[in-house]
Every structure is written in C-alpha cells, then in structure tokens.
C-alpha cells in the first residue's frame, strides 16, 4: 500500500459564525491508499476546539506511515481496527484514512458503497442548509439568496428568540436550531417556547456537554426533541446519551470513520434514538462518505461543498436538499484538486 496526502485551506462564501466564534477558512487533510491500481481518498477537517490541527495529523501520519504501508489490507473494518490501536489519539486521521479503505474497497468489488452495504440509496432524508450567526438581516439575506427545503440555523447569542422569529416571517422551509452548547438551562428553557411558535424541528446540543444534570431537565421539560451532538463524539458516547437526548448527530471526522459511524447508528437504533449525520464542512470527499449513509438516517446535514467557496471533487451532487450520488464504485467522487505527495 502507497499512502500519499494533501492539506488545503477551504474557503467560506460567508464568514461561518457559530456560538464558539467566527472562520473564514476550513483547514483539511486529505489522504489517499494506492494498491493495486486502484486508489482511495479520505477527508479529515481540522475543528480547533478538538486541539487536532493539519500539522499534528500530518505528524502522526509520516511517523506511523511506514507501518501502515505494510498492512495487508483486504477489508476495512479490520484495517480501521489495526488504526485505531496503532494510532489511538488522532481520531481524525483516523477517520481520513477509514474513508479512504472504504473508498478503495468499494473500487475493488466495483460497487459504490452503499451497493456494499446492500443499502437502497432512493430512502433517505434531504440535507439541511446552514446559515450561521450574524446580523438578523445578514442572515435573512443569506436564506433568500439559497432557497432551501430545511436550514439549520446557528443560534446562541442573546438575540437567538428575535433571531428565529425574524426568519420565520421570511420562509416557511424546516427550521432547524443547532446552539452549539451555547445556552444554560435556564436559557434554554426560556427559548423553547419561541422556538416551538416558529415550528422549529428540533434542537441541537442546547447545553454544555459537562452539563449533565441540565439536559436531564432540559430532556423532561422540552417539548422539542433534542438531538446530541458535541455530548456525541464517539461510539462510547451513544449509550451515554440515552435519556438525555432523543437522537444523536454522528461526525465522522470526530468517531473516526465509516466504521465506527455504522456501529453507532446500529446501537442508536437499537435505544430507540434518532440518527442524524453532520458535517464538519467536508468538501466532497467527505461530504461523500456521509451520502453513502443516507438510508441509515432520520436527519442529515452534508452541507459542507455549498459552503465552501471552493471543492477539490466531483461526483456529488446536492440540488435544493435532495443528494444525487454518481453510482460509480467506492466514495464514487474524481479528484479533481492538486496533486497528493508521499
């Protein structure tokens, strides 16, 4: 096995805000496995408040790479295991390098992934899209300028019940609310009502991940459904959740692949919780991964190539919510940016 890598620094066509602060740029990590002939590509963006930057999955990559290169990869459950344990605290170059053994084998049964999973692509439900907090007007402007099914709006300011108020006057599209930890209990509780008058769908990650003895309050009196999500970070975490949350939001950059993601909605289902899948502003390549999963899901948010003013693939397609996969074997995305290097 050959692995090679590229980093870049994606662009936003708006400054993205949510309650931690504002970025106009998306650092990214994209790997690929060559064997055979054929090659796979993984995504891992960098998140700041996760302390993985580019450079430290970079570092962790060229020292563990000669040992990777040496695994007889044949399927990718065993190959995120073998990863998992020799690279057991960077769960995003983990995930990166997860997504491309899924990439590479769908290529070698010549399958896109979903076929392999034996899942029917046609069922499942449309993405959201983002609009992240700025003025009321700004954010106004945003939705009108990308009409849409459903949009996610950011929230956690003080202004949040003018804020979801103002738009619903202006769209009668799904609301959904994502605070981003960004309230205490007694906010929350104060929010929820404005936020059931403007129809909103549910909310996600309302307090503070430590605040535990909150979100069972919250978790009682809400009359939103709640959906976790930084409370959510790796398959440990779901079990976790249950009477706390009514679903969970899977990240693959932060589980650390498609493997994990698959046992996570398994348990999820099986506590009777809703699955939503997230994005972490992916460009294709990992907005793709996340599309294979759609028919597991209640909720999906791959909004993440729409965000970017730039992408660096092909192969997928988002048209007002829906998501159109190119049938093609693996991630079924083409390469398209610059070249990757050993």
């Known amino acids: 096995m050959k692995i090679q890598h590229t980093t870049y620094n994606l662009r936003f066509k708006y400054p993205f805000t949510i309650s931690r602060g504002t970025k106009t740029h998306q650092p990214t ?8 002939g054929q090659t796979g590509y993984g995504e891992a963006p960098a998140i700041t408040y996760y302390h993985i930057p ?26 995120w295991h073998f990863l998992h344990h020799l690279i057991p605290d960077n769960p995003f170059l983990v995930c990166a ?9 769908g290529k070698f049964q010549k399958k896109p992934l979903y076929a392999c999973w034996k899942l029917d692509i046609s069922e499942g439900p449309m993405t959201d899209y983002t609009i992240g907090i700025d003025s009321v007007e700004k954010m106004i402007e945003k939705m009108q300028a990308t009409p849409w099914p459903i949009y996610k709006i950011k929230l956690g300011t003080p202004d949040d019940a003018r804020i979801i108020r103002a738009l619903r006057k202006h769209t009668g599209a799904v609301l959904r609310v994502d605070a981003n930890s960004g ?8 929010l929820i009502p404005a936020l059931d008058e403007c129809g909103v769908e549910f909310i996600e990650q309302p307090l503070a991940k430590e605040d535990l003895a909150g979100m069972r309050v919250l978790f009682e009196k809400s009359s939103i ?6 409370s959510c970070v790796s398959e440990h975490d779901v079990e976790k959740c249950q009477g706390l949350f009514h679903g969970i939001n899977i990240k693959l950059t932060k589980c650390s692949g498609l493997t994990p993601a698959l ?25 793709a991964a996340i599309g294979h999963l759609l028919p597991l899901l209640d909720y999906v948010d791959m909004d993440g190539p729409l965000l970017l003013d730039e992408d660096i693939a092909t192969g997928l397609l988002i048209e007002k919510g829906r998501v159109f996969l190119s049938g093609k074997p693996g991630l079924g995305i083409e390469y398209t940016g610059h070249p990757l290097h050993a």
């Open 29 to 36: 990590l994209i790997v690929s496995l060559e064997q055979f």
């Open 225 to 230: 459904p709640l959906i976790a999500d930084e």
């Open 54 to 79: 580019v450079d430290k999955m970079i570092a962790d990559l060229e020292l563990k790479k000669p040992v990777i290169e040496k695994f007889a990869f044949t399927e990718p459950s065993r190959f």
């Open 263 to 287: 046992r996570m909605i398994e348990t999820a289902r099986k506590l009777g919780m809703k699955v939503m899948a997230g994005s972490m502003n992916e460009s294709s390549i990992g907005s």
């Open 183 to 190: 309230w205490n209990l007694q906010q929350a509780l104060d």
């Open 97 to 105: 390098l997860d997504i491309a053994g899924w990439d590479l084998y």
